[in-house]
């Protein structure tokens, strides 16, 4: 297998319709991390080796996945699938035991077999622990994964973390792979929906449409006159004039029409109707 670059857009899925899928970088980069240091405390720094994590990424399978060598390994919360291409586990192999790596073609050992099990659970253990979290800076905490059991490849339609590891032992970039059992994906959209405002701001914000307002202004009624009237008014004049419906304008625009009512000695505007 072959790394890929990944997409400079993120295709619609109607399946994700209403989620927040624009923190789906976000949280690859979070788990690209966690699985950066790792890489550096438990390989380079013990080895002398130089593995990087290149890229990561969460998206849904337009085809079912490649390769084999994929185990499931059962969690609390549900179930997870990994697998990492080959070169990577004889790299990782060749660096703990101090010796060259094997061709990619040779025949599977026992100890290759036991340690693609061993790194599989580690795996899957750093990615649920970030599924937890979220967007958090610190991983959760969660217990040990058990399994690592054979499993066959995921399916279309399945979400996959999907890093591209690289190392100067390694000819070609490498890819590992976890496949999210559907309750770890509720999981995860209901940790970044929580993300989408800050979580001391979560409880304080109101609603929208409580937050924006507006000035309604009330013209109660337009008289016509003829100019000589208007100047011959003087002080005490009283001009007859009777109320009907008073418009309401927003900013200068009508938007209703309302009846003028008293209640308590105030003028009030009831029955409210459209414009218009």
Request: charged residues 25%.
């Amino acid at each position: 297998m072959t790394a890929t670059a990944a997409p400079s857009h993120r295709p619609i899925d109607p399946t994700s319709l209403g989620r927040p899928v624009h923190l789906l970088d976000a949280f690859a980069r979070r788990w690209q991390a966690d699985l950066a240091g790792w890489l550096r405390r438990q390989v380079n720094q013990r080895h002398r080796a130089g593995f990087e994590v290149r890229g990561a990424s969460l998206a849904r399978l337009e085809h079912e996945a490649e390769g084999s060598g994929w185990h499931a390994y059962t969690l609390e919360r549900g179930s997870l699938v990994c697998g990492a291409d080959r070169r990577l586990l004889l790299a990782l192999m060749a660096r703990r035991f101090g010796t060259e790596a094997p061709a990619e073609d040779t025949m599977a050992t026992t100890t290759e077999e036991r340690l693609a099990a061993q790194l599989g659970a580690t795996w899957a253990g750093l990615a649920a622990r970030r599924l937890e979290a979220g967007l958090a800076p610190e991983p959760a905490t969660v217990a040990a994964p058990a399994g690592g059991v054979a499993a066959a490849a995921p399916a279309r339609g399945t979400w996959v973390l999907d890093a591209t590891v690289v190392e100067a032992g390694m000819a070609e970039p490498a890819r590992l792979r976890i496949a999210l059992a559907p309750s770890w994906l509720e999981r995860l959209w209901t940790r970044l929906a929580t993300e989408r405002l800050p979580s001391s701001a979560q409880a304080t914000v109101a609603p929208l449409a409580t937050r924006l307002e507006f000035r309604l202004v009330a013209q109660l009624l337009e008289k016509q006159l003829p100019l000589s009237d208007v100047a011959a008014l003087k002080v005490g004049d009283v001009l007859p004039i009777t109320l009907g419906e008073a418009d309401a304008l927003v900013d200068g625009l009508r938007l209703f029409k309302a009846r003028v009512a008293e209640h308590d000695g105030r003028l009030c505007l009831t029955c409210f109707s459209d414009s218009d």
